[in-house]
């Protein structure tokens, strides 16, 4: 049997396969924090870095269809595995020392999951279509850099470029308490689902032993920590009024032209 046979019809290639992919969407997750933090600088910022990831063409649409294809096997095969866990368990419920065993990450996990899921297609919806608030969509009112945007030092996005207003449809969306609270609660369970997941995917791919795993836990819990905090940061100062708006994004004049 080869390789990619023995990853996707057994239960040990079936974990490798959700802690690979988990390790790229983590990736992923920190790496997509770390540029909307940009929006506590200037406009000049987060949008040059929009437009700078356009300009990759052909490499965004592998990345992204490499991170879709990463999301569908992560699922499929944490699907697979708990179908088979229900059925080797049988009609016989966890002993309750195992749940009280349990973290309260481990135990949520699967559910964790499927509301993050369920974020990821919401984010898609109101930051990448603009279906969810096509009102404020980065499109439509464009902005013009004041400063070249550069990227290891050389320049990537030329001052004067009129690109898409990307840090008014951020402020804009997250000024909405419904949108920002549903907003910290999906990433507080997608922080507890990486506690978990993390420190799992160490121990499926044989990285974590038994003289450093407690050492393993606190820096995973840290990081988790962080990446919650971070996100939390960005609805939270806009909802509650601790970030204003930078003027050269002009959020709340162009919301006073369109009514």
């Known amino acids: 049997m080869s390789l990619f046979a023995n990853l996707f019809c057994s239960s040990i290639g079936r974990k490798i396969l959700m802690a690979l992919t988990g390790l790229i969407l983590v990736g992923f997750a920190f790496g997509h924090l770390v540029g909307n933090l940009q929006i506590f600088s200037h406009p000049d910022k987060i949008n040059g870095y929009a437009v700078f990831l356009h300009q990759t063409g052909p490499l965004l649409w592998v990345a992204r269809i490499g991170l879709l294809a990463a999301v569908g096997i992560h699922i499929w095969a944490a699907t697979m595995l708990t179908l088979e866990n229900k059925r080797a368990r049988g009609p016989e419920a966890y002993a309750v020392k195992t749940w009280i065993r349990a973290t309260m990450a481990s135990r949520y996990i699967r559910w964790t999951g499927y509301v993050v899921l369920a974020f990821i ?8 279509l603009g279906s969810t608030h096509p009102e404020d969509f980065k499109d439509q009112y464009p902005y013009v850099l004041t400063h070249d945007y550069t990227v290891l030092g050389f320049k990537a996005v030329a001052a004067g470029s009129e690109v898409p207003n990307v840090y008014l449809m951020v402020y804009r969306g997250f000024e909405s308490a419904p949108v920002a609270i549903f907003y910290m609660i999906a990433v507080g369970l997608l922080s507890l ?4 997941g993390v420190d799992s995917l160490f121990q499926t791919l044989g990285l974590r032993s038994a003289t450093w ?5 606190r820096v995973v819990a840290l990081l988790c920590i962080a990446y919650f905090l971070g996100n939390l940061a960005i609805p939270g100062a806009i909802l509650t009024g601790v970030l204003q708006p930078h003027p050269a994004a002009q959020v709340h004049q162009t919301a006073n032209v369109q009514n």
């Open 213 to 217: 795993s407690n050492c393993l836990r």
């Open 193 to 196: 689902h990486l506690l978990h």
């Open 121 to 128: 297609i919401y984010h898609l919806a109101h930051f990448t």
